[in-house]
């Protein structure tokens, strides 16, 4: 409960390089160690994605005839939300947000950003802040502010629900 968002935030790091480091292992098997099972083998196992791509897609090189890489988008949301993250220059990442847009509305994408910067500038200035103060100075804001978050009619995202995407540079 007063752990610090650089402790979390350390404790992340360690988890995911463990995961990356068993990747070949069956998410059924970890699951069946940890004493768990899966309900449903077929749903979604998460709904919100975040992705960073540190390095350049490589290059095809075919003697005599141009070739240069294409990001294909889809239709189709396969998530609530994701959020993609490209470092490929250090010095200017760019990024994308796809969402389903029978999960949420732009409107309320664009405030999830907004309120993600915030909380960014916020642990990036005081990295020792306690995790739920972060949450605390959050509410204090929302409560203080005229704009709340819109909601769409549906709360229920499905693969096939349209994909809306916002790109920043």
Not at 39 to 50: I, K, Q, R, T, Y
Not at 61 to 69: D, Q, S, T, V, Y
Not at 89 to 107: H, N, Q, V
């Amino acid at each position: 409960p007063g752990e610090s968002f650089r402790s979390l935030l350390q404790r992340v790091r360690s988890t995911v390089v463990t995961a990356f480091a068993h990747g070949e292992l069956p998410l059924d098997e970890i699951a069946a160690a940890q004493g768990g099972t899966r309900s449903n083998p077929g749903a979604a196992l998460f709904n919100v994605l975040f992705a960073v791509h540190d390095e350049r897609p490589p290059v095809l090189a075919l003697p005599g005839i141009p070739a240069e890489a294409l990001t294909i988008g889809t239709s189709t949301a396969k998530t609530d939300l994701a959020l993609f993250i490209d470092r490929h220059d250090p010095l200017a990442p760019r990024g994308a947000i796809e969402y389903a847009s029978d999960a949420l509305t732009s409107a309320g994408v664009e405030w999830l950003v907004r309120e993600m910067q915030q909380i960014l500038d916020e642990v990036a200035t005081n990295p020792e802040i306690v995790v739920l103060e972060i949450e605390a100075v959050m509410r204090g804001r929302w409560r203080s502010s005229r704009f709340a978050m819109p909601r769409s009619s549906s709360t229920k995202a499905t693969p096939t629900a349209a994909t809306k995407r916002m790109s920043w540079a």
